[in-house]
């Protein structure tokens, strides 16, 4: 379970960002892949090389595995859980075959844009291969976008492959990526502002106050909710320039479909609860990789710049921030006298 969302600033800067909710844990890190780096394909006889440097959450599992990313090209990539509804087939002749939890490797490490995923994507044949971790076939949809702000989403379903056109800016789980769309006729009602007074007869009824124009905005976290919620929030929230404010926009959206642990149990007699592991947040304009885990309260910010970029070899970034943290608050203590306890340094902030 996930949730991702686009967002642009007044200035035109192009961000794709996501939650991660699951039960098992993933332990994904941000993780540099240089270009010319080889890719061995759970699909025996399968394999291929990055053409382009790229950076995302991934892990080593007898080989990178990542869910979400962007590269040195602008172009971004997630991964979301697409249970009942994903179907995969065989291997074929002719076509790049792949596991479905290797398609954000291949697509980070050789499209360039949108359009040219759409072209690409056509020679890739995504198999129904059991992941050795969770025994089972990933079933799996992907929202790609780049910096343009163009985006689609890619779904395998038994009525073959699909890349719908996504204006809306948000996806989320099953079902199918047009029902949602068909959904949000349901919530035309939604506005920022609050609803005027009716009357009932000659009787005049004022409404509650600010806030009643989102009377009826779901509130819990199955797919169809979180979609919802997610696509008013940020169809309506205040406009903003800038890396750093654009970021902040977007944690604040990202804060609406957050998932605590504890509160979505997925599993009654394991007490197995989904939760948000970590959220992604790829500038795509600037080229950077923000992640921030369940455990830490500031972003691990890495850039694809020139120093990163000239690598041969992969690099993985320690997600811990504790020392960023402890630094930050150092130099805010300076601005006040020793016997200052932090809670007044939070007062003083607010």
Same mark, same amino acid.
């Given at each position: 379970m996930c949730t991702a969302i686009t967002f642009s600033t007044d200035d035109d800067l192009k961000f794709l960002a996501r939650t991660m909710d699951f039960s098992f844990e993933l332990n994904a890190k941000p993780v540099f892949i240089p270009k010319s780096f080889t890719f061995n394909s759970h699909i025996e006889g399968s394999s291929f090389k990055s053409t382009y440097g790229f950076i995302g959450a991934g892990r080593d599992v007898n080989g990178y595995i990542f869910a979400d990313g962007l590269n040195s090209q602008g172009f971004g990539i997630a991964t979301l859980y697409f249970e009942g509804n994903a179907h995969y087939g065989r291997r074929k002749k002719g076509f790049l075959n792949l596991a479905s939890e290797e398609l954000v490797s291949w697509a980070l490490g050789s499209v360039k844009s949108v359009s040219d995923f759409e072209e690409k994507i056509k020679q890739i044949n995504i198999v129904a291969k059991k992941n050795s971790i969770i025994e089972s076939v990933v079933p799996l949809h992907w929202i790609v976008s780049d910096n343009t702000g163009v985006? #689609?989403?890619?779904?395998?379903?038994?009525? $073959?492959?699909? &890349? !719908?056109? +996504?204006?809306? $800016?948000?996806?989320?789980? @099953?079902?199918?990526?047009?029902?949602? &769309?068909? +959904?949000?006729?349901? !919530? +035309?009602? *939604?506005?920022?502002?609050? =609803? &005027?007074?009716?009357? =009932?007869? @000659?009787? #005049?009824?004022?409404?509650?106050?600010?806030?009643? $124009? *989102? @009377? $009826?905005?779901?509130?819990? =976290?199955?797919?169809? @909710?979180?979609?919802?919620?997610?696509?008013?929030?940020?169809? =309506?929230?205040? +406009?903003?320039?800038g890396e750093y404010q654009g970021v902040n926009e977007i944690q604040h959206l990202l804060n609406s479909v957050d998932i605590p642990k504890g509160v979505k149990i997925t599993n009654n007699k394991t007490n197995t609860a989904d939760y948000t592991q970590y959220r992604g947040i790829m500038d795509l304009s600037n080229k950077v990789y923000y992640m921030l885990s369940y455990d830490n309260v500031i972003p691990k910010r890495v850039s694809l710049d020139s120093d990163l970029l000239s690598k041969t070899e992969p690099v993985e970034f320690d997600i811990e921030n504790d020392e960023q943290i402890s630094k930050l608050f150092n130099q805010l203590s300076t601005k006040f006298n020793t016997n200052t306890n932090l809670s007044k340094v939070i007062s003083a902030l607010q």
């Amino acid at each position: 379970m996930c949730t991702a969302i686009t967002f642009s600033t007044d200035d035109d800067l192009k961000f794709l960002a996501r939650t991660m909710d699951f039960s098992f844990e993933l332990n994904a890190k941000p993780v540099f892949i240089p270009k010319s780096f080889t890719f061995n394909s759970h699909i025996e006889g399968s394999s291929f090389k990055s053409t382009y440097g790229f950076i995302g959450a991934g892990r080593d599992v007898n080989g990178y595995i990542f869910a979400d990313g962007l590269n040195s090209q602008g172009f971004g990539i997630a991964t979301l859980y697409f249970e009942g509804n994903a179907h995969y087939g065989r291997r074929k002749k002719g076509f790049l075959n792949l596991a479905s939890e290797e398609l954000v490797s291949w697509a980070l490490g050789s499209v360039k844009s949108v359009s040219d995923f759409e072209e690409k994507i056509k020679q890739i044949n995504i198999v129904a291969k059991k992941n050795s971790i969770i025994e089972s076939v990933v079933p799996l949809h992907w929202i790609v976008s780049d910096n343009t702000g163009v985006t #689609k989403c890619l779904e395998i379903t038994e009525s $073959g492959v699909h &890349l !719908y056109d +996504n204006q809306v $800016g948000v996806m989320t789980n @099953s079902p199918e990526f047009p029902w949602h &769309l068909t +959904n949000l006729s349901h !919530y +035309n009602n *939604l506005q920022p502002t609050e =609803y &005027l007074p009716k009357k =009932y007869g @000659s009787f #005049k009824r004022e409404p509650d106050g600010p806030g009643t $124009g *989102l @009377s $009826g905005l779901p509130g819990d =976290y199955t797919a169809t @909710s979180r979609f919802i919620r997610a696509a008013v929030l940020r169809e =309506y929230i205040s +406009n903003t320039t800038g890396e750093y404010q654009g970021v902040n926009e977007i944690q604040h959206l990202l804060n609406s479909v957050d998932i605590p642990k504890g509160v979505k149990i997925t599993n009654n007699k394991t007490n197995t609860a989904d939760y948000t592991q970590y959220r992604g947040i790829m500038d795509l304009s600037n080229k950077v990789y923000y992640m921030l885990s369940y455990d830490n309260v500031i972003p691990k910010r890495v850039s694809l710049d020139s120093d990163l970029l000239s690598k041969t070899e992969p690099v993985e970034f320690d997600i811990e921030n504790d020392e960023q943290i402890s630094k930050l608050f150092n130099q805010l203590s300076t601005k006040f006298n020793t016997n200052t306890n932090l809670s007044k340094v939070i007062s003083a902030l607010q």
